[in-house]
């Protein structure tokens, strides 16, 4: 005999459970992987926390921000290619590995000596320039959201090195950057293209003789304990872009996507606060470090340097916009 009872209660059940079920799946947060490369404690590594941190409290939990840094997730190429494909949601891959996805005015960050200043550097990445060159994004799939500071680069090596005819013949390791290589060319270096996180195994087992980075990126990476001279060439600039998956920061809810570029511009501001002041700090671990030489250089060195790394420029105009280039110079003329 059918009991009309027990089915009135099952169709109840099932009513509930799927009420339960819609609440729970409209409770469940929205996660945005962000992956990175370098240490916690850098300038994108703070940056990227500080963002977690304020884009979890002001959504209340609507979102959550999953951070994978050290190339625990992804290494810098393949990054690029998990964000395009929507595996992760949110980067921040340093300016010269974006020539690699074609747009090869990214590069204008990596001429020698471009930025007399960190003021001028500003006016670039938040002003027009910096805005044009996130547009460009857009046609791969990718929105450019802000610029992340890290800082000037210094120069290492394994034996001694003061002047740019110190680095002939060395292998120094780059970012995948043609403008990077032209410049270890135009020192009769030999560039070695290398992820970051395989930097260090590099220099440990001699793959490479040296490489250049901010000494936040070469501190973290403890790259003072496999190299002997680090020369305070301040040489080039290393910052960021920071990028999301198109379609999935354009399917957030509007209410959603305007708090998050709060966060974005806040955790900004905090990061071009910090990052030359960690540089700084990091810098003197390295001096204080055993089996590192920190070598500063007399004014007349540098404009050895200068000097020497002043054709690279020109070589790259027919890569980088001319007109970018002439832009940027005189921002600084005007200074
Ligand atoms: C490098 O590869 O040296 C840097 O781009 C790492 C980073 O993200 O700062």
Request: charged share 25%.
């Amino acid at each position: 005999m059918v009991c009309p009872g027990r089915s009135l209660v099952k169709t109840i059940l099932v009513l509930i459970v799927s009420v339960l079920g819609t609440s729970l799946a409209q409770a469940a947060p929205i996660v945005i992987k962000f992956s990175h490369v370098v240490a916690p404690n850098t300038p994108k590594g703070i940056a990227a926390l500080e963002f977690k941190r304020l884009a979890e409290m002001r959504t209340k939990g609507r979102v959550r921000v999953d951070i994978y840094p050290n190339a625990s997730l992804y290494k810098d190429k393949d990054e690029l290619e998990a964000l395009q494909l929507g595996a992760v949601q949110m980067l921040a891959p340093s300016l010269a590995k974006f020539g690699q996805l074609g747009l090869k005015d990214y590069e204008v960050f990596d001429l020698p000596y471009i930025f007399p200043s960190e003021k001028v550097l500003h006016e670039v990445t938040q002003g027009e320039i910096g805005h044009a060159l996130l547009d460009q994004l857009s046609s791969r799939g990718i929105l450019g959201l802000a610029f992340w500071d890290n800082g000037f680069k210094v120069m290492s090596s394994n034996s001694p090195l003061r002047l740019p005819s110190d680095l002939k013949n060395k292998r120094m390791r780059i970012q995948p950057s043609r403008t990077l290589e032209a410049q270890m060319n135009e020192l009769g270096a030999i560039s070695v293209p290398l992820a970051f996180s395989d930097v260090y195994p590099a220099l440990q087992s001699g793959l490479v003789d040296g490489t250049e980075n901010p000494p936040s990126n070469f501190y973290t990476q403890r790259m003072q304990e496999v190299q002997k001279y680090v020369a305070v060439t301040n040489h080039g600039y290393l910052g960021y872009a920071v990028i999301v998956n198109k379609k999935f920061w354009t399917s957030l809810p509007g209410d959603l996507r305007v708090i998050l570029e709060q966060c974005i511009a806040d955790a900004t501001q905090k990061n071009n606060d910090e990052a030359a002041k960690l540089n700084k700090a990091a810098l003197d671990a390295i001096r204080k470090s055993p089996g590192v030489q920190v070598v500063d250089l007399t004014p007349q060195e540098r404009e050895t340097w200068r000097k020497a790394l002043a054709p690279v420029q020109v070589k790259m105009e027919g890569r980088i916009d001319r007109n970018l280039i002439e832009q940027i110079k005189s921002l600084s003329e005007n200074r």
